[in-house]
């Protein structure tokens, strides 16, 4: 089956009413059966719902979709994209250990990595995305972790995810994707080698700048991978919080399983069932969006490359952007989603565009229905000094655009207008 149909039926048999579409479990807790049913919920014999917190009938229904599209074998989802980061990340570490990260990442992740974690003692090494092979010399035996974005927001760079899955695997180490920009539809980094996918689940999934959500996906075959290994001991030795329980001796995708068991249970950025159902109904349509999203991106790149105006104008879909070969490789379809960056000579004129558009709202998000426009260098890296916001490629007249669903000629002649005032 193709993903489109997948996203409609996966998960889901009609309730007892026979509800078409996926009801609502609005709810904290779940009776048992009987005394013996609740102890051999707890005791794991029976993989039942216990507490919203660790499991919901809605959620379910939006992790096994999000699983099978991104070809995993189970999903944990999560109430935002920094919690299923912080708790993907959290499933292999502990203090003294070190994640290798990618130069092109979001902000939020970069914080979380360079001053969260770092307090609880996880040391983030950063690579250069565009040079897999740097990765290399910053592996060492406690090394747990590297992470990396398919398609970085905001730097709209493309992950040679092969290259990176190659030499993760090399060293036994986890490496984990950041698919949200990209989006199952367009890109599945499980088929190329990578261990676990993240997505914020706020962007292109909800669609409509509705919810907020996270997911975690897992590939087949990490109970084999963990075995043996010596750097996840923690998945094939007892856990004391979970009456010595061995996660790779049950029967189930142990990453998963132990994100929930132990990190939703402690840590509790589960997502409300209004939200999970809310993404249900967003996933429906996804595979539409993406399509319109990229073809609507690549029509206003194209315009956008030829006004006298505008330069280092990126979008890997145009043919001679420097991630189009890749672009090419991981993409399906040559669909490239919906981000866009250019250059204008000063912050003056930049910020003229923003306040001239008037189909484009001025918010700092992406992936919603409705176009978008930031000023990157005055809001979302404005705590970065001026000469380092430079050197990353944020300069006072980049200017990032969020391609809606909106008809594509009605976009370009709302930039015109802007960018000719
Ligand atoms: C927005 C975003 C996040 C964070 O997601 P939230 O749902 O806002 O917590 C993580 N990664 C990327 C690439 C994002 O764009």
């Not at 990765?135 to 992470?147: R, S, Y």
């Not at 984990?176 to 890109?187: E, K, Q, S, Y």
């Not at 897992?218 to 996840?232: C, H, I, Q, T, V």
């Amino acid at each position: 089956m193709e993903l489109e149909t997948k996203v409609l039926h996966n998960g889901y048999e009609k309730d007892i009413q026979g509800t078409m579409a996926v009801p609502i479990y609005q709810t904290t807790a779940y009776a048992f059966k009987s005394a013996e049913h609740a102890s051999d919920l707890f005791s794991l014999q029976d993989l039942g719902n216990i507490y919203t917190r660790l499991n919901n009938p809605t959620t379910a229904v939006l992790e096994a979709r999000l699983a099978e599209i991104e070809g995993g074998v189970a999903a944990l989802a999560t109430a935002s994209g920094q919690a299923a980061i912080f708790n993907a990340v959290a499933n292999l570490v502990e203090a003294g250990d070190n994640i290798i990260i990618s130069d092109k990442i979001y902000g939020g992740s970069v914080t979380l990595f360079k001053h969260t974690m770092k307090r609880f003692g996880i040391e983030a090494r950063v690579f250069t995305l565009d040079m897999p092979s740097s990765i290399e010399a910053l592996i060492d035996g406690k090394t747990k972790a590297i992470f990396y974005e398919s398609l970085s927001n905001p730097q709209i760079a493309v992950a040679d995810i092969k290259a990176i899955s190659d030499i993760a695997s090399k060293h036994k180490i986890i490496s984990i994707c950041d698919n949200t920009v990209a989006t199952p539809i367009l890109v599945n980094p499980i088929a190329h080698g990578c261990d676990i996918v993240v997505h914020s689940c706020s962007k292109y999934i909800s669609g409509q700048g509705l919810a907020l959500g996270g997911a975690i996906i897992e590939r087949d075959g990490l109970s084999a991978f963990f075995k043996g290994n010596p750097r996840y001991t923690h998945f094939t030795q007892a856990d004391e919080s979970y009456q010595g329980l061995i996660y790779t001796d049950l029967p189930v995708p142990p990453f998963t399983l132990r994100a929930r068991l132990a990190l939703l249970r402690d840590i509790g950025a589960t997502p409300s069932p209004f939200n999970s159902w809310s993404l249900i109904q967003s996933l429906e349509t996804l595979s539409l969006r993406m399509k319109k999203h990229s073809d609507n991106a690549l029509e206003v790149a194209r315009f956008l490359a030829a006004h006298p105006k505008v330069f280092n104008l990126n979008y890997p879909g145009l043919a001679d952007n420097v991630y189009n070969k890749l672009s090419r490789q991981y993409f399906k379809d040559d669909l490239s989603s919906g981000l866009i960056s250019f250059e204008v000579d000063t912050k003056e004129i930049a910020w003229k565009i923003l306040d001239s558009a008037k189909l484009f709202s001025i918010v700092v998000n992406i992936g919603d229905s409705k176009s978008i426009i930031t000023h990157p260098s005055s809001t979302t890296h404005q705590q970065i000094p001026l000469d380092e916001q430079i050197k990353i490629g944020i300069t006072p007249g980049l200017i990032r655009l969020s391609i809606g669903l909106e008809n594509a000629q009605d976009l370009i002649k709302d930039l015109k207008v802007a960018l000719e005032r």
